[in-house]
């Protein structure tokens, strides 16, 4: 069966800092990959996806990730954070024969001014 | 467009009772998806459907039923509320599941059963 990890659970960093958060799933076949995020209170929202082409894919509000294959992996970064990015970030997987997005538990990001 | 709804907001329930949730979307999207967020477990898929007329299970279907008569709507329902469905539950919604589309979520129901 598919799954999702996400080892950070909880990272707390101050504005300016660079972030990295972690993403490997466990499927060995082709799969869309995606990034979404909830601020407090609100729903999920895309950040991200990944679907072919150039493993190293933008999104919103100057997030990226890069699709490693062979690290089963899909990690999201950003330069410099804000305190607006403060939120839940949760990355999913689709394989591609299936109609099912698996979600992993979730990264909550707390960022300090 | 209002995109993905979601009726009641908040509800308590105590153990043993029933209730429906309501998911509407008005974006024609054949794919819709009932999820429950839990802390620690980030979102579990429940029950989907890829067109009207048809559902699946999902994860953790047990204790749930739903249905999809028309399109734009997918009801979910507990026919005898238990604790461990104190969660807070999502719809999505999308065109497709292939070539990367997205799926776009409602903002949730938060529902505590006593």
């Known amino acids: 069966a598919q799954s999702v990890s996400q080892h950070n659970h909880h990272v707390i960093l101050s504005e300016a800092a660079s972030l990295e958060l972690g993403c490997n799933y466990s499927?060995?076949?082709?799969?869309?990959l995606f990034w979404y995020v909830q601020y407090p209170g609100q729903h999920l929202q895309l950040l991200l996806k990944?679907?072919?082409?150039?493993?190293l894919v933008k999104g919103i509000k100057g997030f990226e990730a890069e699709f490693i294959k062979s690290k089963f992996s899909f990690n999201l970064r950003k330069p410099s954070v804000q305190w607006s990015d403060t939120a839940e970030y949760f990355c999913a997987v689709n394989a591609r024969n299936t109609d099912k997005l698996i979600f992993g538990t979730g990264t909550r990001l707390q960022v300090f001014p | 467009n209002a995109g993905v709804t979601q009726t009641p907001k908040f509800r308590v329930l105590k153990t043993g009772q029933s209730m429906t949730l309501l998911c509407a979307q008005d974006m024609n999207h054949e794919y819709m998806y009932w999820y429950r967020q839990d802390p620690g477990m980030g979102l579990r898929l429940i029950h989907y459907?890829?067109?009207?007329?048809?559902?699946a299970k999902g994860e953790v279907p047990d204790g749930y039923n739903v249905s999809r008569l028309k399109k734009q709507n997918f009801l979910l329902g507990l026919e005898s509320a238990a604790p461990s469905q104190t969660s807070v539950y999502f719809c999505a919604s999308s065109y497709s599941m292939h070539r990367g589309v997205e799926q776009y979520f409602g903002p949730g129901t938060r529902l505590t059963v006593t």
């Open positions: 459907s890829v067109g009207e007329g048809t559902t």
């Open positions: 499927y060995g076949g082709t799969v869309n």
């Open positions: 990944y679907f072919s082409g150039d493993p």
